[in-house]
């Protein structure tokens, strides 16, 4: 134990401990894992709007909010219930679009 501490063996010399062949070719592989860059994967890039024709988007409106513009809650926009079905009515006039009133009413039971 004595020669070890003294002479300074490969346990304790650390110039001696990097120098081996197991040492440096663990050196080498992490070297070269490091410089392969892992790939990140592409960003989400949306694709060009196409309109077809053929297709009417259906808007389904719920009995929840219909004809409840007066009732003011503190920090909600009053009347943009009715503003925006007002208009949508509007476009479903020029056939641009299907809106379906819902009766809300014990739905889920119905649908179990």
Known sequence: MSNILTD????YNQKKRKDTKKN???AKEIQQSQQIKVKKPKRWKS???EENIKAIPLIVFGDGMKNKDHVRIK??????CG???SKLAQRQKQHL???VDVDEFLLAKHFQ
Request: aromatic share 14%; glycine share 14%.
């Open 75 to 80: 920090g909600y926009t009053t009347g943009a």
């Open 8 to 11: 300074g063996d490969k346990k």
């Open 47 to 49: 694709q060009p709007f």
């Open 83 to 85: 503003i925006l079905y």
């Open 97 to 99: 679009l299907a809106l």
């Open 24 to 26: 440096r070719k663990k």
